[in-house]
């Protein structure tokens, strides 16, 4: 014999054809059935007006929404995110209200709730990650502590023409400083372009970097010209560890969304690319609400360095009356003892100092910088970690 199925609206439809026999009382129907008189008289009342459709379950939603966001601020959501397609609901939501304070604008999680009925939100898997290490940037408390720079990594534009887009970023305060859409990666054109940011932003602390070229060379110290170049302004080059993109994580984040607004597809030419980097770089800068900054855009908290950019007077580093100086030759050698001791080719031109450890051992300096240990018994240059002078000006 099969089971008996029931549920809660044929039940109810029982108690409904038992009391319209008139065969028991309601009272006595309400105890068998396990309900109070005031539920089975509901139940009655429900099935004269509407019928067997009254004795469905009924929605317990409110007939009216007092805190409803208004039509209107809902299409004006739908449509700064349509203007703003890889904005989240916290960017939107920042940025509508600095425009418009006096607009009642609803939580993110709500402006959110209205993108996803619109259909403007793309759910993506979000896969594990490690910890982030976040020691390369304690010590970027304050605007031009630290700027990181960085290639995002070149493509074609629609006419086929190769563009390099270089990118500098101050790690305090998430200011793009550079957003340059370069020919070619070489030392000379980033240069170029950091002139520029020296002139109207002063000089940084500290330029933190990968080790790949132009930022780093094979040398002692793993100079590069341009690098070396950084020394002589009083800028300490700071390198990550290989492998370890991570360790400039804002500036990878930055090139994410980068590629998102400026290169998914690349525009037609170089011209208009860079027109596009361009109006990213204001917009980044002045309009983009950053969640890590209080929901502000990086130009309210950046700004310039007191140290203003000294060209054309850039002088070559300087050094005590204890430091023996060498001049590096063309072929990056220095003359030591009647020797010719290989330092660097980036160098070439450049003063340094050696300073004697002990009987065997002098330490190699270009400026503030520790770059390694010439071996005065062996004639050979033992390369070492850089490391910062104590007491160092930069």
């Known amino acids: 014999m099969p089971w ?34 005031k539920t ?20 317990r939603a409110p ?44 939580a993110p999680s709500t402006a ?26 304690a010590n970027a408390r304050h605007p031009n502590d630290v700027w990181s720079i960085d290639f995002k990594g070149w493509f074609r ?7 390099d887009p270089l990118t500098a970023q101050d790690a305090a305060s998430r200011y793009l400083l550079v957003c340059d859409g370069l020919d070619r990666p070489t030392g000379p054109q ?22 790949g070229p132009p930022f780093a060379g094979v040398g002692l110290g793993s100079l590069s010209p341009l690098s070396a170049w950084w020394v002589k302004l009083g800028i300490v080059p700071e390198r ?8 400039n994580g804002r500036l990878e984040r930055l090139h994410r969304t980068l590629k998102q607004e400026t290169a998914t597809p690349a525009k037609a030419n170089r011209t208009r690319q860079r027109r596009a980097f361009d109006c990213f770089r204001h917009s980044y800068n002045v309009e983009r609400p950053h969640e890590a900054l209080g929901q502000r855009p990086p130009d309210l908290l950046y700004t310039p360095s007191l140290r203003p950019y000294p060209a054309p007077s850039i002088s070559s580093p300087q050094y005590g009356a204890e430091v023996t100086v060498r001049r590096v030759r063309s072929n990056g050698q220095i003359k030591w003892n009647g020797d010719l001791i290989y330092v660097s080719q980036s160098l070439k031109g450049e003063p340094v ?24 018994h062996a004639k050979r240059v033992d390369k070492t970690p850089v490391k910062l002078l104590p007491m160092s000006p930069v």
């Open 157 to 163: 534009t629609g006419d086929g023409m190769r563009i």
């Open 112 to 137: 959110s709730g209205i993108l996803d009925r619109a259909g403007l939100v793309k759910r993506r898997k979000h896969p594990r990650r490690a910890s982030a290490w976040n020691e390369p940037f």
């Open 190 to 211: 980033v240069k170029r372009s950091l002139e520029r940011a020296f002139r109207e932003y002063g000089l940084p602390r500290v330029i933190r970097t990968d080790n």
């Open 63 to 106: 007939h009216s929404h007092p805190n409803a966001t208004a039509q209107e601020v809902a299409e004006r959501i739908i449509e700064a995110k349509r203007d703003r397609p890889t904005w989240g609901p916290k960017k939107l939501v920042a940025w509508l209200r600095s425009k418009e304070p006096d607009v009642a604008w609803p």
């Open 240 to 247: 990550i560890q290989p492998g370890h993109p991570e360790q």
């Open 40 to 59: 089975g008289y509901k139940l009655i009342g429900r099935y004269e007006v509407h019928g067997e459709d009254g004795l469905l379950d009924r929605s």
């Open 4 to 37: 008996k199925h029931t549920s809660v609206e044929s039940e109810r439809l029982r108690f409904i054809e038992r009391w319209a026999a008139g065969e028991e009382s309601i009272a006595e129907l309400c105890r068998q059935s396990g309900i109070s008189r």
């Open 353 to 376: 100092g050696l300073v004697q450890q002990d009987d065997r051992t002098w330490s190699i300096q270009f400026g503030p910088l520790v770059i390694g240990v010439l071996n005065d």
